[in-house]
């Protein structure tokens, strides 16, 4: 269409208002020179077809792609390039908002189905595809790690714990005897240490109960 090959005349005043706001908040590249294009030109500019930017402009007030002067017959709309640029990537970065908060509420909903926190809500958001060669990598990574003695399954970490609590509880609760011995303490220094010691056990244990509890998470 002729109307569409219509070079507009270059008179680029100041911008102001919502437009001004706009470009300062989505710049063009620096160097890039801002100017006047028919809708042609800002839609090989833009790599899309003019029939998107037909599509933009009848969006609802508010939403549609801003112009400098409306399109008639005979004569094409006339865009500014920093103006018609700030207005698309301010677009782009509405429409991935409002794709996150999709996303994160099907995650949390598929994460409630399938138990809540136990779930790995990143993993939820992989296909069954996906999702089954992840669980394939990370069984040959434990497997590996397993082998290096790099990774130990938690019931074995429990145990572990568990026999190394044993002993050191068993220690404490022969060392006053043996301070005694050693050191030629009185039964009342004996029965001193054995309180001290005890404490010793006490404060562990309930530390670690509170970390296991999470308690004691910044």
Not at 90 to 107: G, H, L, N, Y
Not at 148 to 155: G, L, Q
Request: charged share 30%.
């Amino acid at each position: 269409m002729q109307e569409e090959n219509d070079t507009p005349a270059q008179d680029l005043p100041p911008l102001e208002g919502d437009a001004a706001a706009l470009v300062a908040r989505y710049p063009m590249r620096e160097g890039s020179p801002d100017a006047l294009l028919n809708k042609k030109m800002l839609g090989a500019a833009m790599g899309v077809s003019t029939t998107t930017i037909d599509t933009w402009l009848t969006l609802p007030d508010g939403q549609a792609i801003p112009y400098v002067e409306r399109g008639t017959n005979g004569r094409s709309y006339v865009f500014r390039l920093s103006v018609a640029h700030a207005w698309r990537m301010a677009r782009q970065e509405a429409e991935e908002a409002d794709r996150q908060v999709a996303d994160d509420a099907v995650a949390q909903y598929r994460m409630d189905l399938l138990g809540g926190e136990a779930v790995d809500a990143d993993r939820l958001a992989l296909s069954p595809k996906e999702r089954a060669e992840a669980l394939k990598v990370e069984k040959e990574w434990i497997l590996a790690a397993a082998a290096r003695r790099e990774y130990m399954p938690s019931k074995d970490v429990a145990v572990a714990f568990e026999a190394s609590f044993a002993a050191i509880r068993d220690g404490f609760d022969a060392a006053p005897d043996r301070l005694g011995r050693k050191l030629n303490l009185t039964p009342a220094q004996i029965a001193d240490a054995q309180v001290i010691l005890d404490d010793i056990l006490t404060n562990a244990a309930a530390t670690l109960e509170r970390k296991l509890a999470g308690e004691d998470d910044a």
